[in-house]
């Protein structure tokens, strides 16, 4: 007698996951904000602080090398060279603009990361509504991957002018090009995958069509 | 928009023979409405088996039950 293999759910991994994210995603934002409104020196997302900082090109400030004191304190070996670490620049009194421009330097790729969670959940839902193999639901999951990628894209870019302005507003022989670019190269690769799984998808929806008028 | 000019002539087998579709379907081992799909041409393709299980039961012979409609370019 065969034994009925246990179908499993195919989109259970990913709706486990995105469920998960987004209810604790939802608690931490619930905390986070009711704590930073109506407790004193509590910030949130380190946005709407007393002080904004920024991090400056290690080129502000500290001197290239330790002094002799300190080369025997830390034990350093003589031919060994030491170098700043990038400098952090603090703004005790921001102006609206400066927190305006803090904010985005750190909250696009965050809002990018909330947007995907939130269109991964209502694609699930309407895969789970109209078939896994449909061409709707294809398109759905392309257009998906693509908004991935120019949220990812469009994110670093906001977050790299936001960060440079801000710089050139503290530090004035900063240029505002100076600023913190950073992209996800995963990320990217991971949209592009979704796109091309969004495609596959497309071609399956025919075989599908095609397997369910087979008599 | 179909991309062929097979037609299933079932009907008229089950007619001949006295059967309904349901009778088929039971000695068939089929459900009604894929029968269904079948009777009204909005089948893509059926299987060899399926073929064999019909012709068994209404006791004809592949070729009875499928026709070829006419081109466009022969009317």
């Not at chain 1, 034990?75 to 700043?84: A, F, I, K, N």
């Not at chain 1, 952090?88 to 009194?93: I, K, L, N, R």
């Not at chain 1, 790729?109 to 909330?114: G, Y």
């Not at chain 2, 009778?23 to 009604?32: H, P, Q």
Request: glycine share 8%.
């Amino acid at each position: 007698m065969k034994k009925q293999t246990r179908r499993r759910d195919p989109l259970g991994p990913l709706d486990t996951v995105t469920n998960v994210l987004a209810t604790v995603l939802v608690v931490v934002f619930a905390i986070g904000g009711v704590a930073a409104i109506f407790t004193d020196g509590i910030t949130f997302f380190d946005v709407n602080g007393p002080t904004i900082c920024i991090d400056a090109d290690g080129s502000i400030g500290a001197s290239s090398d330790l002094d002799t004191m300190d080369r025997e304190f830390f034990g350093l070996r003589d031919d060994v060279t030491t170098y700043p670490s990038q400098t952090t620049v603090c703004d005790p009194s921001p102006t609206f603009a400066d927190r305006a421009l803090e904010g985005l330097s750190v909250i696009p790729a965050f809002a990018v990361f909330v947007g995907f969670l939130v269109f991964t959940q209502r694609t699930i839902r309407y895969a789970r509504r109209h078939g896994l193999f449909s061409t709707s639901l294809a398109k759905r999951i392309e257009r998906l991957g693509w908004l991935l990628v120019i949220g990812l894209v469009g994110a670093a870019c906001i977050e790299w002018l936001a960060s440079g302005l801000l710089l050139h507003r503290l530090v004035s022989k900063e240029s505002w090009t100076r600023g913190s670019f950073s992209i996800s190269l995963v990320g990217i690769i991971g949209a592009c995958g979704i796109i091309s799984v969004g495609r596959v998808m497309a071609r399956a929806a025919y075989l599908q069509e095609d397997a369910d008028a087979t008599i | 928009m179909t991309d062929h000019r097979i037609h299933v002539t079932l009907d008229e087998m089950l007619a001949r023979r006295g059967m309904t579709l349901t009778e088929l379907a039971s000695a068939v081992d089929m459900s009604v409405v894929n029968l269904s799909i079948l009777k009204t041409g909005k089948a893509r393709a059926i299987r060899f088996s399926t073929l064999t299980r019909i012709c068994d039961v209404l006791d004809c012979q592949p070729g009875d039950l499928l026709a070829l409609g006419p081109s466009h370019l022969n009317r």
